[in-house]
RNA sequence: GCCCCCAUCGUCUAGUGGACCAGGACGCAGCCCUUUCAAGGCUAAAGCUGGAGUUCGAAUCUCCAUGGGGGCACCA
């Protein structure tokens, strides 16, 4: 089949859902399958859909869909037609659709395709745990497929409880193809006669996406691996219905790190422990930038052969569905790290100094805007997350530092040696119009030979008692923007306190 | 138990019968740079799950085995 091939090169445009449901917290599995939805519309001119799928109502959460919405647009997933945002298939939840699967479950019934059934749910047990014991499949029995229509007709008008199941073909085998795996052939035995509308009148999942996809024109069905298993059912749906098939795209499942089995709820604690996590939310508080993220999740399961550093943009201009691989991928915390400050690298200072200020601010600090841009080049190449400016930059919004008094003492050197080092380096700055990089890295390079020291030593000294902290940025630079009269001050407060010592 | 899917360095992957003594990335190790921490540069180690076939030729096609994953709800 090569008309995924065909329709992925942008000859047609795709119309694509994002179709979660709103019981839990979106985690990375879930931002994949959107985005590559995304690169999909986008790579040919499409459409990117969102439509809640909360037809459980029991297992619906509330704020659970705002926390989607959110996640979406933090990544910067924007989608064209959503239950905010409207669009011409509406409304795009399907608790809001009721009436649109009862239409054409009717239709599918009169066409013989699908029946009311009865069975009270002890019976359905019943029934499985029969069929179990004689070694069958654990599927409905089929009892309500010989009751007359009339009479059916008649229970139902007299309030009776009822479902609709889809009438599957006993005889035979289904082939449905998956763009990754090629033709997937099952045998309708196989099939159970799934529920297509509950008993509290919403559809089953295999009903309401069915419907809806239909009736907003997806051309494209990207989902979960988790689907495989009933995928020939759901081409029979759509067959029974005479609707034409989208081109079905089955996802790979995300594996623990070590690659032996899912993620567990255990997983996730422990990866939380290290700092880690699979929810999009969590990644964000993190400090986590979302260019980061999709670069990262968009590797898994997907492969360059080189250059794998980019952008939405770019993603989007070499997005092809014929390359995503059906293997399951592990998930590596690592590369995370590497794609966020990789992706932090790259900002523009202007945009680094404006993501990371809120760190500052948060932390109760009074952030001058002309110092943060100053502070930004020193600092970018050494965030992972946003979050890692903290340490390396708080102290630039303090009035003072605090060093630990031990810290002022040089390597190899007593606390009597350091001041007397110190005292040294003071004149020396004292003595400067103004402390930079040029000024007065020179005469601080002069005093480290006269002396017969190290670098390490006597810079060591001068960052504890200017920064506070032994990891910082540049000395110098740091000193520059700190100011003469800062500098020189925390330089004598570190001389009293190695005297003291 | 039944059904379905998957299989290249530790991990994510490129590879679509000859251009592959298998390329890139993360991580790891070493070296360089260096003012701490990073970043950057260079180098190394590391792989086609196994077995049968098809073919002049297989990582690539077929079959089997093994391993892994998913599913068997009035959940999605």
């Not at 199941?165 to 997937?184: N, Y």
């Not at 709820?265 to 699979?278: C, E, M, P, Q």
């Not at 002069?446 to 060591?460: E, K, P, R, T, W």
């Amino acid at each position: 089949m090569d008309t995924s091939t065909l329709l992925s090169t942008g000859l047609e445009p795709a119309r694509v859902r994002f179709a979660p449901s709103p019981t839990g917290r979106m985690h990375i599995g879930s931002a994949r399958t959107a985005l590559y939805d995304y690169l999909l519309a986008r790579r040919t001119g499409g459409q990117f859909i969102l439509r809640i799928e909360d037809t459980d109502t029991k297992r619906t959460v509330p704020g659970a869909e705002q926390e989607l919405m959110d996640g979406l647009r933090w990544l910067g997933l924007e989608y064209d037609e959503g239950p905010d945002v409207g669009g011409a298939c509406g409304p795009y939840r399907q608790s809001e659709r009721r009436e649109l699967y009862h239409e054409q479950v009717t239709i599918l019934q009169e066409k013989g395709a699908a029946y009311p059934c009865f069975c009270a749910p002890d019976r359905l047990e019943r029934v499985r745990r029969e069929r179990q014991k004689q070694k069958l499949n654990t599927g409905y029995d089929g009892l309500c497929r010989s009751i007359d229509p009339d009479e059916a007709r008649r229970r139902i008008a007299d309030g009776e409880r009822h479902i609709i199941r889809f009438k599957t073909p006993r005889q035979g085998s289904t082939t449905a193809v998956d763009v990754l795996r090629g033709p997937i052939t099952v045998p309708n035995s196989q099939i159970d006669d799934y529920v297509l509308i509950k008993s509290d009148g919403l559809p089953t999942y295999h009903c309401g996406a069915m419907v809806d996809d239909h009736l907003m024109a997806i051309t494209h069905v990207i989902r979960g691996s988790e689907w495989l298993s009933t995928f020939p059912l759901h081409a029979l749906i759509v067959r029974a219905f005479g609707w034409e098939e989208p081109v079905w795209i089955h996802l790979s499942v995300f594996l623990k790190p070590s690659g032996k089995g899912k993620m567990s709820k255990r997983d996730t604690s422990v990866a939380l422990d290290s700092g880690y996590s699979i929810y999009v939310s969590d990644l964000r508080d993190f400090g986590y930038v979302p260019e980061g993220v999709l670069n990262w999740i968009v590797l898994m399961g997907w492969g360059v052969s080189e250059g794998d550093v980019m952008t939405l943009d770019q993603m989007v201009d070499r997005f092809d569905i014929a390359n995503l691989s059906p293997a399951p991928a592990a998930i590596n915390f690592s590369k995370l790290d590497h794609f966020s400050g990789t992706h932090i690298r790259a900002l523009r200072t202007e945009d680094l100094a404006a993501r990371i200020k809120p760190y500052f601010t948060s932390a109760g600090l009074t952030v001058d805007d002309a110092r943060l841009l100053r502070i930004v080049p020193l600092i970018r190449e050494r965030l992972v997350t946003l979050d890692d400016c903290l340490p390396f930059a708080a102290w630039f919004f303090k009035e003072t530092v605090e060093p630990e008094p031990e810290e002022l003492i040089g390597k190899n050197l007593t606390a009597a040696q350091s001041a007397d080092v110190a005292r040294k380096a003071y004149e020396i700055l004292a003595g400067l119009p103004a402390i930079t990089l040029t000024t007065a890295e020179p005469p601080m390079r002069h005093l480290i030979s006269d002396l017969g020291l190290n670098a390490n030593q006597v810079f060591g000294i001068l960052r504890a008692a200017v920064t506070g902290q032994t990891v910082s940025p540049p000395l110098f630079e740091s000193m520059e923007i700190v100011g003469k009269e800062k500098v020189l001050e925390r330089v004598s407060r570190a001389i009293i306190i190695l005297e003291k010592m």
